[in-house]
């Protein structure tokens, strides 16, 4: 089994001479290039289990960012400590025994490692008896004020109000603070947990939320996926690579490859010093679909050989023919992923680099484990025919059939449905709350809803103004000038509450006089008739840390906090900071927001503009790529369409449908373009073989269709099998992107078995005619 059909004498002579070398040199050493793969991995193994995620919010953005500098200013002046909030109803808070079970909530949340306080109504003094030393239990069980009189000097209290209760008086919140620091963060997850145990325990039961309880079930969810994704992965591809062949060494070789890849990918991060961040989940799958893509090629071409070949010969010429399409489509993928270097969200640049390492390390791992897992040992090395394959082929061939009878009706409806779900692209918004990254019946979001359902509120943010010394300007003008800004303020929609230094003195100066005692008599006629200055003295002596929660006077900054209600929308809810910031700069110029949730909405805001940048680079390096690779720049351009049409029909049908744009579906665009010309670059290669094999244009496109197309639609069934694993995330964003993706990947087979025949047949006419070639028209 020695000769070879027609096609191939003609091609095998006209593959470059280093093709041919380099084929013989892998085929005749092919037992060195595994037992060097083989050692390279057992290098691997210690340091790719290594690999950990980088917690920390400051690791989502990069450094410079203004919002980041402007949020680790806030800490730094503030306290590093980063805060939660655990709230719950009880019909009987303000009672005695409501306020025992508050204190006992409190003293218990105190007691977890990894809290560094915890700030509740049990602490606080009654707006009537600020300067008292009583808790708001003993003045009930003093009897210096009923229950209902409590109730009601505490709803028409603004420090109370809204803050530490809720507007019917049965619902509190307590401030949780969070060690900050990266011992404190990596052992989060354990205080998290310990937390919502005493909330759970305690009665009536208690919910937790806040950015730091966000970001952390973000890690969770993610390593959770990473432990879990891999394995279904693998077993779903391994299932379907059975089912396509039904051949222990084919269903072997694509996870070998796959599971190499992974190992040398993870230990290069270690070695470089890179970590797993917040979109890093998808990895695992979109290593294995690719690797598994790569195999199924070549185990399609490998199949085709041995019809007429030995096993040896058939190795050497597939490699000889599908080796250059391989290395260019791992070569396209890794640009493609590369284009996401520029994404201006950290966690998306960062994903880039590690899937251009991928992607690249999976050309490295056919070549050392392909020739020899194919050839070695004895048992058969022919992957079947899969079910329903012939079926497949009679339907290529019929629809090549129509696209070249019908080509203007076919164009004109691709166009006109481009051209419809396009205009979709307009209306795509970016997912600003971040509890639409989870889904609606995990703990967090429940926790978050009842938050805003019992106290109207979602998140705080932190307004910092500078404030002259008091040399340069009164410290009661000052003051002033913050009351005015917070009821201005309190004039935007969007804006539930404000919080500042001059409400704490405002409190301090409501003692009811007909109820005081003597001594807070006396106390609080001395505190009117001292300057503000003065009241700030005496107050720093009894509670410095409040003081100091506003005022850093050492740097000479002031802060505000700022209550949201529910903002939905994209713009709405960016719109909203804006304004805050530019009431802030009226009367303060310097002014500026810091906080987490300053931090999430501006990290989301880049996403949308960065889908499209990262894209038009892709776009711009492939199609670059393509023009070398086939020393063509017309096949270039031509292979860029059907690959990139699907991905704006999809990204369009999410804006038309309502999808917001995430942290992992911003990088749709650019992953799918990678992965989908992969399928363009066998199907052009091929056809390009045919035609130096003298076969006209119409008949190297239906043998195009009939070998390269079978073999994208098998690889396409792997692909999909894939990325459908990831909906079993917790994590939306990935679920979103497996499923996007998918779709994208199904558009971009249509694309190139129906467009990219017609754009051939446009191409090779506007070519001059070769006489070399029977039959080119």
């Not at 990473?226 to 690579?241: D, M, N």
């Not at 072997?252 to 190499?260: E, F, G, N, T, Y």
């Not at 493609?336 to 899937?355: D, E, K, Y």
């Amino acid at each position: 089994m020695t000769s070879r059909h027609p096609a191939d004498r003609s091609t095998v002579n006209d593959r470059p001479a280093a093709v041919v070398r380099t084929v013989d040199f892998l085929v005749r050493y092919r037992l060195a290039f595994f037992a060097i793969t083989l050692g390279v991995t057992a290098l691997a193994l210690r340091p790719a289990w290594q690999l950990e995620f980088d917690r920390s919010l400051v690791g989502l953005f990069t450094a410079g960012d203004p919002r980041l500098v402007n949020y680790l200013e806030g800490k730094a002046l503030f306290g590093n400590a980063e805060t939660g909030v655990v709230a719950y109803t009880d019909p009987d808070l303000l009672t005695i025994d409501g306020l025992q079970r508050l204190e006992q909530l409190e003293t218990d949340l105190q007691a977890v490692p990894g809290i560094e306080g915890v700030l509740g109504m049990a602490q606080l003094r009654r707006p009537g008896a600020p300067l008292s030393p009583l808790s708001l239990r003993e003045h009930l069980q003093q009897g210096t004020i009923s229950a209902s009189n409590l109730r009601e000097e505490l709803l028409t209290c603004d420090l109370y109000r809204g803050r530490f209760l809720s507007q019917d008086g049965q619902t509190t919140l307590l401030l949780v603070e969070f060690a900050a620091g990266p011992a404190a963060i990596a052992t989060r997850d354990e205080t998290i947990e310990q937390v919502r145990a005493r909330c759970d325990a305690h009665l009536p039961p208690a919910v937790l939320a806040g950015g730091p309880i966000l970001v952390n079930d973000v890690f969770e969810h993610l390593e959770q996926d990473g432990r879990t994704l891999g394995v279904v992965s693998s077993v779903v591809l391994a299932a379907v690579i059975a089912i396509l062949f039904r051949n222990l060494r084919w269903i072997l070789l694509p996870l070998a490859v796959v599971h190499l890849t992974l190992l040398w990918t993870k230990a290069l991060l270690v070695v470089g010093g890179v970590r797993l961040s917040m979109v890093s989940s998808p990895l695992v799958a979109l290593v294995t679909v690719i690797g598994t893509a790569t195999v199924v090629h070549v185990a399609i071409r490998f199949r085709e050989e041995r019809a007429v070949q030995d096993p040896l010969a058939a190795m050497r010429q597939t490699l000889v023919h599908a080796g250059p399409a391989i290395f260019w489509t791992c070569l396209t993928t890794a640009i493609g992923f590369s284009s996401l270097l520029a994404s201006r969200v950290a966690p998306v640049g960062s994903f880039g680099g590690m899937m251009t390492l991928g992607a690249s390390l999976v050309f490295v791992a056919s070549i050392g484990l392909l020739p020899t897992g194919v050839l070695l040992g004895r048992f058969s090395t022919d992957p079947a025919q899969a079910p329903g394959e012939r079926w497949v082929a009679a339907f290529l061939h019929r629809l090549v059939a129509a696209v070249e009878r019908y080509p203007m009706r076919v164009s004109i409806v691709g166009l006109v449905l481009l051209a419809v779900t396009s205009a979709g692209i307009l209306r795509l918004e970016v997912a600003t709350n971040f509890d639409e990254n989870f889904r609606q019946s995990s703990p967090i979001v429940e926790s978050y809803h009842f938050i805003i359902d019992r106290m109207e509120m979602t998140e705080t943010v932190d307004l910092l103004v500078d404030v002259p010394r008091g040399d340069e300007r009164p410290l009661a003008d000052v003051l002033e000038d913050v009351r005015q800004l917070q009821q201005e303020l309190l004039a935007e929609e969007g804006v539930s509450g404000t919080l500042s230094l001059v409400n704490v003195l405002d409190f301090m100066t409501g003692t009811d006089r007909e109820q005081a005692g003597t001594a807070a008599w006396l106390s609080a006629m001395a505190l009117d008739n001292m300057t503000p200055a003065q009241r700030l003295q005496f107050l720093r002596l009894f509670q410095p840390k409040l003081v100091a929660g506003f005022w850093n006077q050492d740097r000479d900054v002031m802060r505000i906090i700022i209550q949201l209600g529910e903002v939905r929308g994209t713009q709405r809810k960016l719109q909203l900071v804006e304004a805050i910031e530019a009431r802030g700069r009226e009367r303060f110029p310097d002014a500026r927001l810091a906080g987490v949730a300053i931090l999430l909405t501006y990290l989301v805001k880049s996403l949308l503009a960065d889908q499209w940048i990262t894209f038009g680079l892709a776009v711009v390096a492939i199609v670059i790529t393509l023009m070398v690779a086939f020393r063509d720049w017309r096949l270039g351009l031509i292979a860029l369409i059907p690959n990139a049409a699907p991905i704006l029909i999809v990204v369009g049908v999410m804006g038309w449908a309502g999808l917001k744009v995430n942290v992992a579906t911003a990088m749709l665009a650019s992953v799918s373009m990678g992965l989908a010309v992969d399928f363009s670059i066998h199907y052009l290669y091929r056809f390009q073989q045919e035609r130096r094999a003298g076969k006209s244009i119409d008949t190297a496109i239906r043998d195009a269709h009939g070998s390269v197309g079978l073999a994208m639609v098998l690889a396409n069934i792997a692909l999909v099998a894939g990325f459908s694993t990831l909906v079993i995330s917790e994590f939306i964003p990935t679920v979103h992107f497996g499923l996007l993706v998918s779709v994208a990947m199904l558009g971009g087979l249509a694309g190139n078995l129906i467009a990219l025949p017609i754009l051939l047949r446009i191409v090779e006419a506007t070519k001059p005619v070769n006489p070399g070639v029977a039959d080119a028209t």
